[in-house]
């Protein structure tokens, strides 16, 4: 089955600063990449996603950027903010019909200073 | 309001005693999932289900079971729950299967003690 790995599991910036999330997976039919990102007791919210037939997206302050050939895509947050505070998942699947299985990584805590 | 219901939202409970935490959905949507979420090991997906009577598992299945007898609720049943399934508990539903966005509960946080 699919494995992702997420790097790092702590990230402390400065705010205003950029922030990188990289994540990698194992399947190389996984075709569907999101991100999710969990405030302190909330639920997880979809902020991002991208399928494998695109290199990159992006949403306003937040892009994110795939390598099929490497099996890794990144997460990247520009000029952040207090409230991006939060834990970022990163998953992965292999789409397509009537599939449904979605492995997530272990998740990056994010710390934004003022 | 489009949402996801979990309930309930804390249950402290005795092992062997069976237990069943409820979700519901009022989008229509075809999927849904069960997750649980432990520190530093992120999300696991337990069940899911792509219709109504079309379950399989996920990849932490042992100790749980799902039925989906109508298209809006998907129950989580415990028979025995033991103290290693004590944890944080996400339901979650989405339009179709991978590749739409998954719609969170507001989560269920159980202790088997």
């Known amino acids: 089955g699919e494995n992702v790995e997420q790097h790092p599991s702590t990230l402390s910036v400065q705010e205003g600063d950029s922030a990188v999330i990289k994540c990698t997976y194992s399947?190389?039919?996984?075709?569907?990449f999101p991100w999710y990102k969990q405030e302190l007791g909330k639920r997880p919210q979809l902020i991002i996603d991208?399928?494998?037939?695109?290199g990159e997206k992006k949403d306003q302050r937040i892009a994110v950027t795939l390598n099929k050939t490497a099996k890794h895509f990144s997460l990247h947050i520009t000029e952040t903010q207090p409230e991006d505070s939060a834990v970022y998942f990163c998953?992965?699947?292999?789409?397509?019909?009537?599939?449904?299985?979605?492995?997530f990584g272990k998740g990056t805590l994010l710390t934004v200073n003022p | 309001e489009a949402q996801v219901t979990q309930n309930p939202r804390y249950l402290i409970t005795v092992t062997g005693k069976k237990l069943t935490v409820t979700c519901s959905q009022n989008?229509?949507?075809?999927?849904m999932s069960w997750y649980r979420q432990d520190p530093g090991l992120g999300l696991r997906q337990i069940y899911y289900?792509?219709?109504?009577?079309?379950?399989d598992k996920g990849d932490v299945p042992e100790g749980y079971k799902v039925s989906r007898k109508e298209k809006r609720n998907f129950p989580l049943i415990l028979e025995s729950p033991s103290p290693n399934q004590t944890s944080l508990y996400f339901c979650?539903?989405?339009?179709?299967?991978?590749?739409?966005?998954?719609?969170f509960g507001q989560g269920t946080r159980l202790t088997v003690v």
């Open positions: 979650a539903s989405s339009p179709q299967g991978v590749g739409t966005e998954a719609f």
């Open positions: 399947d190389s039919a996984s075709n569907y």
């Open positions: 991208i399928r494998s037939n695109v």
């Open positions: 998953a992965g699947a292999r789409g397509g019909g009537s599939n449904y299985k979605l492995t």
């Open positions: 989008m229509n949507h075809e999927y």
């Open positions: 289900s792509m219709n109504v009577e079309v379950t």
